[in-house]
């Protein structure tokens, strides 16, 4: 199936909104920013990784769209988080959707998962998502149709094997979109997150590489295919755009069924 920007009905559109995307030089980010930036939308990309951030701006530059620019930032860091989206504002001239995709993963059950792993990716996952919204969400209040799209995980709904600091985190992230949705519908702001299964990206390129991994996680998705990045982008500008504007609190499975169990 093609894509063209042209064919996106006016309430897909992102026309004169402007985004402020966390983890953006990552796998699913830079599907991300590309699909915003064709859906019309201006873009401030935050990741800690300079040199994919200056390389995922050359592309998106080399085409013709939106502003866009690049702020490199550690989401865990206070500081680093409320310049970003201070320079953010300033550059795009305010911001009406922020999209939280930094994360890491780790294997690992309750045993044997060391104590500073879990620490580390409650820290990204966790608190990095709740800065970037605590700092931001005083622009989207200014906005009125703000809207807040997270990447939690098919592991927050299964639980799953291997995964208990990964797990964890990303089940604080469904409480925390369910808990922004309530706080903040009053000022028009929407909160959603995406919960997907295997996406093929960097962050499952060990796996990619490990053949019983891709047996296990084809037998455990019901549909006969695993995820894109694309995938996700797409569901994405559905929670972005005026096409859900009735939408708030939904942590949807974008799964290929895995949630189901078989
Ligand atoms: N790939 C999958 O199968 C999958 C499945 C479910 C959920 N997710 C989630 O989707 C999101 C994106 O994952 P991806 O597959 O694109 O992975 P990825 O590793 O390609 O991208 C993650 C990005 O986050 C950035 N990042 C990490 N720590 C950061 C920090 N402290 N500050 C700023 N940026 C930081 C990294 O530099 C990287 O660019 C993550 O939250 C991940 O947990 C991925």
Redesign the pocket.
């Given at each position: 199936m093609t894509r063209s920007s042209r064919s996106l009905p006016a309430r897909f559109r992102l026309d004169g909104r402007r985004t402020l995307l966390?983890?953006a030089?990552?796998?699913?980010?830079e599907a991300i920013a590309k699909t915003f930036r064709e859906a019309g939308s201006s873009l401030a990309l935050?990741?800690?990784?300079s040199a994919?951030l200056k390389s995922l701006l050359r592309s998106l530059e080399s085409s013709s769209g939106p502003p866009v620019f690049a702020i490199r930032?550690?989401?865990?860091r206070e500081r680093d988080v409320a310049r970003a989206v201070r320079e953010a504002a300033a550059k795009l001239g305010g911001i009406d959707i922020v999209v939280n995709?930094?994360?890491?993963?780790a294997k690992g059950d309750v045993a044997s998962t060391d104590p500073a792993v879990w620490r580390r990716l409650l820290d990204?996952?966790v608190t990095?998502t709740f800065l970037t919204c605590h700092a931001a969400v005083p622009y989207l209040r200014r906005a009125r149709d703000g809207a807040i799209v997270t990447?939690s995980?098919?592991y927050s709904l299964i639980g799953g094997q291997n995964r208990a600091a990964y797990s964890t985190s990303k089940g604080a992230l469904d409480a925390l979109t369910r808990s922004m949705a309530a706080d903040l519908a009053k000022d028009g702001i929407r909160v959603n997150a995406v919960n997907?299964?295997?996406?093929r990206?960097?962050?499952?390129a060990p796996s990619l590489r490990d053949p019983t991994a891709m047996r296990f996680f084809r037998s455990a998705t019901p549909l006969p295919w695993l995820?894109d990045?694309q995938d996700v982008a797409d569901a994405i500008l559905y929670f972005a755009a005026p096409a859900s504007r009735f939408v708030t609190g939904v942590c949807m499975a974008l799964d290929g069924g895995r949630a189901l169990g078989r």
């Amino acid at each position: 199936m093609t894509r063209s920007s042209r064919s996106l009905p006016a309430r897909f559109r992102l026309d004169g909104r402007r985004t402020l995307l966390t983890g953006a030089a990552g796998g699913i980010g830079e599907a991300i920013a590309k699909t915003f930036r064709e859906a019309g939308s201006s873009l401030a990309l935050i990741d800690l990784d300079s040199a994919r951030l200056k390389s995922l701006l050359r592309s998106l530059e080399s085409s013709s769209g939106p502003p866009v620019f690049a702020i490199r930032a550690n989401v865990t860091r206070e500081r680093d988080v409320a310049r970003a989206v201070r320079e953010a504002a300033a550059k795009l001239g305010g911001i009406d959707i922020v999209v939280n995709a930094a994360g890491i993963t780790a294997k690992g059950d309750v045993a044997s998962t060391d104590p500073a792993v879990w620490r580390r990716l409650l820290d990204i996952n966790v608190t990095g998502t709740f800065l970037t919204c605590h700092a931001a969400v005083p622009y989207l209040r200014r906005a009125r149709d703000g809207a807040i799209v997270t990447i939690s995980s098919v592991y927050s709904l299964i639980g799953g094997q291997n995964r208990a600091a990964y797990s964890t985190s990303k089940g604080a992230l469904d409480a925390l979109t369910r808990s922004m949705a309530a706080d903040l519908a009053k000022d028009g702001i929407r909160v959603n997150a995406v919960n997907p299964g295997f996406v093929r990206s960097p962050m499952t390129a060990p796996s990619l590489r490990d053949p019983t991994a891709m047996r296990f996680f084809r037998s455990a998705t019901p549909l006969p295919w695993l995820g894109d990045p694309q995938d996700v982008a797409d569901a994405i500008l559905y929670f972005a755009a005026p096409a859900s504007r009735f939408v708030t609190g939904v942590c949807m499975a974008l799964d290929g069924g895995r949630a189901l169990g078989r």
